[in-house]
T-cell receptor
Framework: GENVEQHPSTLSVQEGDSAVIKCTYSDSASNYFPWYKQELGKGPQLIIDIRSNVGEKKDQRIAVTLNKTAKHFSLHITETQPEDSAVYFCAASIQGAQKLVFGQGTRLTINP | SQTIHQWPATLVQPVGSPLSLECTVEGTSNPNLYWYRQAAGRGLQLLFYSVGIGQISSEVPQNLSASRPQDRQFILSSKKLLLSDSGFYLC???????????FGEGSWLTVV
């Protein structure tokens, strides 16, 4: 089955700098890759996703890149702000499959 | 628009007592429904998922069970709680034809 590895487990950056979180997946059939943000004591919220027919997607300060050959995808947050502090999860699945496989999460801390 | 509700938000239960966590989804029909558990500082572990009324798939052997008595209702239960059942429980849903999973706000369970 699918296995998703996420790195780093913790990340601390200065406010205004960029943050990058990376994930690798094992099943070459996976074609859907969402990213979730989880604030303390709340459920994860989808922030961006990408499908395998594109290599990059942007939404304001957030971008996701996908390298199908290497089977890895990354989340990029630019101009980080204190409210970006949270735990971020990547995930992978096959289109139409019921289940998402999640990475272990990255705790991002933005230092003022 | 679709919304997901789960309750109770927090629960403190003694070892050996029963458990019932309830989740309902509004604004959609025939959703896939999921129960995840998140131990403190850890990733998301899929416990159960359901593609229809009365249809439950278990991902890991454990002290918990799930039921789906109605199309948009998903219940997580235990007859006798263990200390190891403590954690943050998340209900989630998605459409049968889609991938994006939407999470509820979670239920904190502490077994004492």
């Amino acid at each position: 089955g699918e296995n998703v590895e996420q790195h780093p487990s913790t990340l601390s950056v200065q406010e205004g700098d960029s943050a990058v979180i990376k994930c690798t997946y094992s099943d070459s059939a996976s074609n859907y890759f969402p990213w979730y943000k989880q604030e303390l004591g709340k459920g994860p919220q989808l922030i961006i996703d990408i499908r395998s027919n594109v290599g990059e997607k942007k939404d304001q300060r957030i971008a996701v890149t996908l390298n199908k050959t290497a089977k890895h995808f990354s989340l990029h947050i630019t101009e980080t702000q204190p409210e970006d502090s949270a735990v971020y999860f990547c995930a992978a699945s096959i289109q139409g499959a019921q289940k998402l496989v999640f990475g272990q999460g990255t705790r991002l801390t933005i230092n003022p | 628009s679709q919304t997901i509700h789960q309750w109770p938000a927090t629960l403190v239960q003694p070892v050996g007592s029963p458990l019932s966590l309830e989740c309902t989804v509004e604004g959609t029909s025939n959703p896939n429904l999921y129960w995840y558990r998140q131990a403190a500082g850890r990733g998301l572990q899929l416990l159960f998922y359901s593609v229809g009324i009365g249809q439950i798939s278990s991902e890991v052997p454990q002290n918990l069970s799930a039921s789906r008595p109605q199309d948009r209702q998903f219940i997580l239960s235990s007859k006798k709680l263990l200390l190891s059942d403590s954690g943050f429980y998340l209900c989630a849903w998605n459409m049968l034809s889609g991938n994006t999973i939407y999470f509820g706000e979670g239920s904190w369970l502490t077994v004492v």
